[in-house]
């Protein structure tokens, strides 16, 4: 019987795992075969803001928001800001408990936001999007500080016993300022590339989570070396063309709680079936994402669902 960690391995690596991997994204991992590990630290001694200096802010389920007003509005803040220390003590103190509760399970490492979120959220949501186009060298200068500061942690992590490392990025909704495929591939896709090469030779899979307006961009992930994509909220987009393109080459984690029909276990088993098919992964490749405020009897009849699936 194959280990909780090893089922995931196989889903990443379209192995047919013995059953569908079950991610608890969060503290409620009592079902889940991943436990999931927060990297971000609060400002010591005030949890209000992060040890960026912005203001933290949660959704309802759970994960980390970008705060719309930035810290550093102005390029003297820029220039005059100083990194945070990595402080690897206060940041890992809390894995003797993880490891206590984690059995067999897949470690993940998991940035609250990283990357051009980190960014976005120290320069400001709108004002970051102008940088790319009016202060692009700037920019660039300014946001490798910020890669090379992810970048510092993974071979720690590697010892730590990681298997993985998530990096939780936005760059912007369709309808406003964002940042597009074209521009991100010219100021940036370099330093992501660097990172999850150093990942990688770290011994970690690298996971990726995105708004749902970044699906164009799994391409370009891929071909960086990302294993892991999140599809957030597949219920209310189009997922085939996701899985005619990427089958077989990604590894999707998808949300699939929203789809629980509290009514009918067999519509449940339909929609997370469908959802699957759609994906294009039957051999592997899928994993099904449960958020953190999911009450336990939800997550136990997504888990009874998705052992079924293997063969379907």
């Known amino acids: 019987m194959l280990t909780r960690k090893a089922i995931v391995d196989r889903a990443i690596a379209f192995k047919n795992p ?26 010591q001694g005030d949890p209000r803001f992060s040890e960026w200096g912005f203001r933290r802010v949660r959704s309802r389920e759970g994960s980390w928001l970008i705060p719309p007003e930035g ?29 206590r509760v984690c059995g067999d399970r897949y470690r993940l490492a998991s940035f609250g936001l990283s990357g051009f979120a980190v960014y976005s959220a120290l320069r400001g949501t709108a004002l970051c999007y102008d940088d790319c186009l009016r ?40 309808k406003t300022s ?39 961009f799994f391409g370009d992930l891929k071909e960086i ?12 987009m189009e997922v085939s063309p996701l899985g005619r393109r990427y089958r077989n080459r990604l590894c999707f984690a998808a949300r699939v709680d929203e ?33 953190d405020n999911v009450p336990q009897e939800r997550i136990k009849t997504i888990r009874e669902m998705v052992s079924l699936l293997r063969g379907v």
């Open 71 to 99: 810290t550093l509005t102005e390029w003297p803040k820029v220039d005059a800001f100083q990194i945070p220390a990595h402080d690897f003590d206060r940041r890992f103190a809390r894995i003797p408990d993880a490891a």
């Open 135 to 174: 202060d692009f060298d700037r920019a660039q200068e300014f946001f490798e500080k910020i890669i090379e500061f992810e970048t510092e942690m993974f071979d720690t992590l590697s010892r730590k016993g990681f298997h993985g490392i998530e990096f939780c990025d936005d760059w912007g909704p369709r």
């Open 259 to 291: 789809l629980v029909d509290p009514e009918s276990e067999m519509g449940t088993f339909e929609a997370i079936r469908s959802l699957r098919e759609c994906l294009g992964v039957l051999t592997g490749g899928f994993i099904a994402t449960v958020a």
């Open 18 to 43: 013995d059953r569908v991997p079950v991610w608890v994204d969060g503290s409620n991992i009592g079902l889940s075969d991943v436990l999931t590990f927060e990297l971000s630290l609060s400002r």
């Open 178 to 216: 964002r940042l597009t495929l074209s521009l991100w591939r010219v100021l940036f896709k370099k330093y992501y590339e660097e990172e999850f090469k150093r990942a990688k030779e770290a011994g970690l899979h690298v996971w990726f989570s995105v708004s749902e307006e970044g699906a164009e």
């Open 225 to 236: 070396g990302a294993d892991v994509v999140r599809v957030e909220n597949p219920e209310h």
